[in-house]
């Protein structure tokens, strides 16, 4: 077993170096064709900077030299450890990177645990309840849900809630005027609460259709037929049969979501202004800062597939005949 195990994860490591190096090349090249100058986006709309300093804030950054040498020279950088230094913060990426991924995972935490929890159960009683009323109102949620852009509810939720109701703060993820060390846990629930709902709506959708055509498929299947005609209940069957054969495709739905959820945050960031690494993604590619966006790729790329990669090792654990029949 540990064999396979480590056998596994082998080739998924191999395959998450490839896709890195894929990844940088295409990142970098589709920056270099953008018409977003960065030494005008460094220095911004002032008019008071001359062609000479203008040059001399290229050679700072690199920017002067050719694409390959610039690409290679960041290339070996970021293999020794150096990850270079955002053109935006002044900082080391890794620390920016940091800083921001710390603020995105609470987001992202709740998101995941809430889109989960609540996608599963409405798709259980979908499933029980096919083509009657309870049925028919989560699926008609589910389509308009799945049709609605994250941008657009965010800000509907921002009126309702902030601007008419005063529940929630409008936006940031601390008070303003407030020092982010000086914000008590409290606080931070207030302002994360409208972000991390927002989020977890939108995803809740794809997690509730896939539980809830397993769920009608395992209901017409044989065995709960004689289930049934043994006289179990229906609060049986659900626990006995039902909940152990959507598990397994639930949990690997769960973590395959990584790419949908890290794609939201980006989105919702920007609406609630909220200071994590979706709202640094953006600012980096409008302002052309290549170190900070590569390693924002980087870590974005490493995220999803550590998503995918646990969903695989559950299905190994959670079902032996997927070993099996590799091993055939």
């Known amino acids: 077993m540990n064999k396979g195990i480590g056998k596994f994860l082998t080739k998924k490591v191999l395959k998450l170096i490839t896709l890195l190096v894929a990844l940088c090349i295409i990142t970098f090249v589709l920056m270099e064709l953008s018409p977003i100058d960065p030494v005008t986006a460094y220095v911004g709309a002032s008019t008071k900077v001359s062609a000479e300093q203008r040059q001399l ?15 290679w020279s960041w290339f070996k950088s970021i293999i020794s450890g150096d990850w270079g230094t955002s053109m935006i913060y002044r900082r080391p990426v ?11 995972i609470w987001l992202m935490g709740i998101s995941w ?5 609540i996608g599963f159960i409405l798709g259980i009683i979908a499933g029980i ?17 799945m049709s609605t852009p994250t941008f657009w509810l965010g800000i509907l939720f921002i ?6 109701l005063g529940w929630f703060p409008v936006a940031l993820s601390v008070p303003i005027g ?35 055509q397993k769920v009608i498929e395992i209901m017409e299947s044989d065995y709960i037929l004689f289930a049934k005609a043994r006289g179990e209940s229906q609060i049986s069957i659900i626990f006995n049969h039902v909940l152990k054969n959507i598990s397994l495709p639930a949990i690997t739905l769960q973590f395959l979501s990584f790419s949908e959820l890290f794609g939201g945050t980006i989105f919702v960031e920007q609406v609630f202004s909220y200071p994590g690494l979706g709202q640094a993604t953006v600012s980096a590619g409008l302002k052309g800062d290549l170190p900070l966006l590569m ?3 980087i870590i974005s790329l490493v995220f999803v597939y550590s998503g995918n990669i646990i969903a695989d090792l559950l299905y190994r654990v959670i079902d032996p ?4 029949g590799q091993n055939l």
């Not at 890794?94 to 995105?104: A, D, H, N, P, R």
């Not at 645990?113 to 929890?117: D, K």
């Not at 009126?159 to 008419?164: E, G, N």
């Open 129 to 145: 309840k096919e083509g009657k009323l309870i049925d028919k109102i989560i699926r008609g949620y589910c389509y308009i849900i």
């Open 113 to 117: 645990i809430l889109s989960g929890i």
């Open 321 to 324: 005949r997927i070993k099996e």
């Open 57 to 71: 804030i290229a050679e700072h950054w690199g920017l002067n030299q050719p694409p390959i040498i610039r690409f």
């Open 159 to 164: 009126i309702l809630f902030s601007v008419k």
């Open 295 to 297: 390693g924002i790729a």
């Open 178 to 212: 407030v020092l982010s060390e000086n914000v008590g846990f409290v606080e931070r629930m207030q302002h994360i609460i409208l972000p991390a709902l927002t989020l977890s709506i939108i995803s809740i959708s794809s997690i509730c259709m896939n539980t809830r």
């Open 94 to 104: 890794l620390e920016v990177i940091g800083q921001k991924f710390m603020s995105s």
